[in-house]
């Protein structure tokens, strides 16, 4: 399912406003989105959207719902996921229901995340790949 979609090209900088600072947009829990949606900046998402996301870092918020694909340098899930993620980095929030195949640098999954798909972390150590759903119940 990644044969296509590697995270080596998202080591490139990433464009700057004009006080040096990165650009962010916020989209609110009444925005509904049918298509994709890129940004080379930050991206605070708490909408729906069906269609991918591509950003320079993505938090999705609690509110929010993605059906798609993910690519970014990092990505925060507090929302609801289903598609794929391809990151530097990852942090799955306490509050997220996730349906997707991961796969990043870095996997931070904090108890009480729903994750259901197929994960693979590659950096230090060497790669691994976990087939699991991992779910915590209170």
């Known amino acids: 399912m990644f044969s296509k979609t590697t995270t ?6 990433t464009t ?7 650009r962010r947009s916020v989209l609110h829990d009444d925005i509904l989105i049918k298509g994709d949606w890129t ?9 729906k959207i069906i269609g991918d996301i591509t950003a320079d ?23 609801h996921l289903e598609g794929t993620v391809a990151a530097i980095s990852v942090v799955v929030k306490t509050t997220a ?6 796969k990043a640098d870095q996997l931070s999954i ?3 995340a729903e994750i259901q798909g ?15 759903r ?4 209170t």
């Open 118 to 132: 197929h994960i693979q972390v590659a950096g230090n150590p060497p790669k691994t790949t976990l087939r699991a």
């Open 39 to 47: 940004s080379d900046g930050i991206v605070e998402f708490g909408g």
């Open 16 to 22: 700057q406003g004009t006080s040096g600072e990165k």
């Open 110 to 112: 904090e108890s009480g």
């Open 57 to 79: 870092v993505l938090v999705l918020t609690s509110d929010g719902r993605v059906t798609g694909n993910v690519r970014a340098r990092n990505v925060t899930i507090e929302g």
């Open 97 to 102: 229901k996730v349906m997707a195949d991961i």
């Open 8 to 13: 080596d090209n998202l080591q490139k900088p």
């Open 134 to 137: 991992i779910s915590s119940q």
